[in-house]
Every structure is written in structure tokens, then in C-alpha cells.
């Protein structure tokens, strides 16, 4: 009895924290974003039935409850909290039924996030539009498909709608990391540099581990000529994703525009010998 107590209030606290992602967007990854609801739903549901039955084989004379020869009548208090915990199921799942028919329209905007997300990764990017709006106008507040319907319009150059959808994501969630660097990212295709860099800061404070707000950043700081803080972030870029050739040849050039050429050919090397390799793998997987 115990257990099962202990993991409804386990479920219950995963379950609200899993909704909150989903529904705010915090990053969990696609793995997590499907299966972790899925599970939950299914541990809740067995959860309900073991304690149900519990009770049913108490009423029906399962335990004992008077004594016998080998066994002490139930105590008071726990034939209590057996039918006290059948009230509290029966009530939960009352209430996750009402709550799952109020709560509707945000899962159909999950629903149309999915889809447009799906359709982004691969750059359908006017389905992914209509499937990221139709989600913000069941759920007006849903703040990774303001994000990500700027992703898409920042990818078709439409970097004023871009702008908009970010400034809204930032008035529902002013430490949207995500927010300020499709800003910076905007400002500095329109070569707004000086708006980017402040931009692009405020996204690596609120989350560092970004390898495109580094890049974007040293972009911004490349074409105003400094160099050294340019280097600086493409260093930080490639320390989180080592893997990138563009990150070499950037780097590459911001050396060789302060007159390094030795390290700026050994940049430009990498850059190179990174992008065999992908290509490499591309006709392995031909």
C-alpha cells in the first residue's frame, strides 16, 4: 500500500513537470517529448488498477480482518487508509478525465506542434508554418511554436515576421533563450551588428551551451572588425561542437584577417579534412 501511494505522488509531480515541458517547450528532447506522457499515462492507469483491486479483495474478504489462529485481525487505521486510497484514485481519475477534456485545445496544438516540427526538419517549411499557427490558435501562450515558426521564416528570409514571432515569445517568456537568438540571428542578416551582439549575449547567458549563438555572436563580431573576440567565440563554438567544418574555415578567416596565417591555414586544413570526411559519409550511405 505504501509503494503504491509513494508512486502515485511520484507519477503525479512527472506527469505535471512532463506537461510543463511540453507544453512550454523546455527542451526535451523528441525521445523524452513522446514516450515520457505515454508511460506516465500507463503507470497512472496501473497504479489505479492495483489499488482498485486491493480494495475490491479487502471488501470481499482477501484480508483478513478478524482474528484467526495464524493471523491478527487488520488494524483500524489500515483498513482506513486502504478504502481512503480507493476515494483518492476514483478521484484522480475523475479528474484527469475532466482535466484531459478542458485541456482539450492544448493537446490539439501539441498535436499541430509535432507536425510542423516534423515538417521543419524536412524544410517544409510553409506546411510547417500553417501546423505551428494553427497550434498557436488553439493555444495562444504556446511558446516553442512562436520559436520555431520563426526558425522557419528566418529560413525563407522573412526576417520580419521572424522578429515578430520572437518579440511575442519574449513577452510571454522574457528569459527565452531561444527568442534572443533568433533575434541576433535577424539583426544580423539585416547587418544590425551591434543589436546582434546584445542579442546573441543574452541567449549565451541564459543558456552557454549553444554552439550557433557562439558562431552567430563571432559572426557579428567578424564584421566589425573584432577579431580576437570573433576568434574567441568560434573557439568556444568548436569546443561545444567540434564536429563543424564551417566553425573551422570562420575561424580560419578571423586569423587570417589579423594576419595569423599559420594558424589560419591550420584552420582552413581542418575545415577541410572535416568536410571529406562528411562527404565521405554521405556516399557511404549511397
Known amino acids: 500500500m505504501v509503494v503504491q501511494l509513494l508512486g502515485l505522488v511520484l507519477w503525479a509531480v512527472l506527469f505535471l513537470k512532463s506537461i510543463k515541458a511540453l507544453l512550454l517547450d523546455t527542451w526535451v528532447d523528441d525521445f523524452d517529448r ?15 488498477v492495483a489499488t482498485v483491486f486491493s480494495c475490491l479483495a479487502y471488501r470481499t474478504g482477501g484480508y483478513v480482518v478478524r482474528d484467526t489462529h495464524n493471523k491478527p485481525t487488520m488494524p ?3 483498513r482506513r487508509l486502504w478504502m481512503s486510497a480507493g476515494v483518492v ?14 485541456a482539450k485545445p492544448m ?19 510553409d506546411q510547417a508554418i500553417g501546423d505551428f499557427t494553427k497550434a498557436i490558435q488553439h493555444y495562444p501562450k504556446y511558446l516553442g511554436a512562436y520559436d520555431y515558426r520563426a526558425w ?15 518579440n511575442e515569445a519574449l513577452r510571454l517568456q522574457p528569459r527565452d533563450a531561444t527568442a534572443h537568438a533568433n533575434r541576433g540571428y535577424v539583426y544580423n542578416a539585416q547587418g544590425d551588428f551591434d543589436r546582434a551582439i546584445v542579442e546573441l549575449t543574452q541567449a549565451i547567458e541564459l543558456r552557454p551551451t ?6 552567430n555572436r563571432a559572426y557579428a563580431h567578424g564584421h566589425k572588425t ?15 561542437k567540434p564536429g563543424i567544418s564551417q566553425y573551422y574555415a570562420d575561424r580560419g578567416n578571423a586569423y587570417f584577417y589579423k ?23 554521405e556516399d557511404e550511405k549511397e
Not at 513522446?34 to 489505479?48: E, G, N, Y
Not at 567565440?233 to 569546443?239: M, P, V
Not at 582552413?268 to 562527404?279: N, T
Open 34 to 48: 513522446r514516450l515520457v506522457p505515454i508511460s506516465l499515462i500507463w503507470l497512472a492507469i496501473w497504479i489505479a
Open 76 to 78: 483500524q487505521w489500515r
Open 89 to 102: 484514485v476514483a478521484a484522480i481519475i475523475v479528474g484527469l478525465t475532466a482535466g484531459i477534456y478542458v
Open 107 to 125: 493537446l490539439d496544438a501539441m498535436a499541430c506542434y509535432m507536425a510542423g516540427e516534423a515538417e521543419y526538419k524536412r524544410k517544409e517549411y
Open 152 to 166: 522557419c521564416y528566418i529560413a525563407r528570409a522573412e526576417y520580419d515576421k521572424a522578429l515578430a514571432d520572437s
Open 210 to 215: 549553444v554552439a550557433t549563438s557562439w558562431a
Open 226 to 240: 573584432e577579431h580576437d573576440k570573433a576568434i574567441a567565440d568560434f573557439t568556444e563554438a568548436i569546443r561545444l
Open 259 to 281: 594576419g595569423d596565417f599559420v594558424k589560419a591555414f591550420a584552420d582552413f586544413d581542418k575545415a577541410q579534412r572535416l568536410e571529406r570526411k562528411s562527404e565521405e559519409a
